[in-house]
């Protein structure tokens, strides 16, 4: 019978003392041993060994200057980039990437206009979508534009 009893104790003892030493180091403050239940025989306490603690985290030191980027060149056979299309004074570049003249106002409609605008002014788009957007709207087509 007192080897039954020693089981009861020995055995949470070793569990205890195993699962303590297997915490990590940053684990909460030691706490006081729960007592055993009440035998005849006292196990003795094993207290978890520690090891060093965990070095304080370090922060980057922000960097004073970039280095610069190494250029690398185009391969001799590379096609050039294409150049940015700009229209001149009175045109504007289109959902195409052409450029089609501005609004004019006039009397009667100028060769090219595709739209009479509800301000009197005369459109020269490619397209219905957008056709005298900033004019009022469409007072009348004077071509058959796609959509």
């Known amino acids: 019978m007192r080897q039954r009893n020693l089981w009861k104790v020995a055995v949470p003892a070793l569990l205890l003392a195993v699962l303590t030493a297997c915490q990590p180091a940053a684990s909460a403050p030691e ?8 035998t005849q025989e006292a196990v003795p306490y094993v207290a978890p060994t520690t090891s060093a603690p965990a070095p304080a ?14 250029k690398v060149a185009p391969p001799a056979n590379a096609p050039a980039p294409p150049k940015p299309v700009t229209c001149g004074e009175g045109y504007y570049l289109n959902s195409d990437g052409k450029c089609v003249q501005r609004p004019v106002q006039a009397p009667q409609p100028p060769a090219g206009a595709s739209a009479e605008c509800n301000d009197g002014t005369y459109s020269f788009s490619a397209h219905r979508r957008g ?14 534009l796609p959509a």
């Open 31 to 38: 706490q006081s041993p729960q007592p055993a239940a009440t």
């Open 131 to 144: 056709t005298c957007s900033s004019h009022g709207g469409v007072k009348r087509w004077l071509k058959d």
């Open 57 to 70: 985290p370090t922060t980057p030191a922000a960097p004073t200057s970039k280095a610069p980027e190494a």
